[in-house]
């Protein structure tokens, strides 16, 4: 069973699960806190690009959480198997989180960006929220093919959080230009561009996986408590 320190996930993970209302919890249990950054994802698996976005989120908030969801929905349909198992994911990101200053496993009830927003803001009141992600997530973020009511949505999520975001090699200048629409100029004071190299920021765990089934070497992907929890070559 994952384990973080004297916490067994297990049962937190099965509360989780049960939940009908958006719930996030932090392990080990932080108290109260003035500002908290969230870097939510599956972690299959952590990339060095998660590490820089955290880094940086630290420096800039002073606190970040990686949130992984215990109703994490596949990115592609039909979804390619999974490299690590979710107990491998979660003792990685419990020994990752442990070895650094200011970071924090999250768990969170529910998988979507406003639901952990939401959770957030009802678990830490006074806390300043922000959303850290990569310039690809931002464009989704704004891509009104996810929603039913964007402007009423994203206007919920704005008025409790902000999104520091990097830019990924390729996309320099694109959320710039999405947010100068004219129907998303109303949102451009809640993003913040963290500058880190656009190639690390890159790196996602698609990647990882597909060199990883390739048999080709990806030690120089991923942190290095990844790489005790399968062959990274």
């Known amino acids: 069973m994952p384990s973080y320190g004297a916490v ?8 989780l699960r049960e939940e009908s209302r958006p719930r996030l919890e932090l392990v080990p249990e932080p108290g109260a806190m003035p500002a908290l950054a969230m870097l939510a994802g599956s972690f299959d698996p952590i990339t060095v690009g998660h590490e820089a976005l955290a880094r940086e989120a630290v420096a800039r908030v002073g606190s970040v959480a990686l949130v992984y969801s215990a109703r994490t929905l596949p990115k592609d349909q039909p979804a390619n198997p999974a490299l690590l198992s979710e107990e491998d994911r979660l003792n990685v990101l419990a020994a990752f989180c442990e070895s650094r200053a200011d970071h924090v496993l999250g768990l969170a009830s529910h998988g979507l960006l406003s639901e952990q927003v939401l959770a957030a803001s009802e678990r ?10 990569g310039s690809d997530k931002v464009l989704q973020v704004l891509d009104p093919a996810w929603y039913r009511d964007r402007d009423g949505e994203l206007g919920e999520l704005f008025a409790k959080a902000r999104v520091l975001y990097a830019e990924r090699a390729g996309h320099e200048g694109r959320v710039r230009r999405v ?16 500058r880190l190299p656009g190639d690390v920021v890159a790196v996602s765990s698609r990647l990882v996986r597909e060199l990883v089934r390739r048999g080709e070497p990806v030690s120089h992907l991923v942190p290095a408590e990844a790489r005790a929890a399968f062959r990274a070559g």
């Open 8 to 15: 067994d996930l297990e049962p937190l993970l099965r509360d």
């Open 124 to 133: 830490f009141p006074n806390a300043e929220l922000w959303l850290v992600m």
């Open 179 to 194: 947010l100068s629409r004219p129907d998303n100029r109303r949102w451009r004071d809640r993003f913040e561009r963290m």
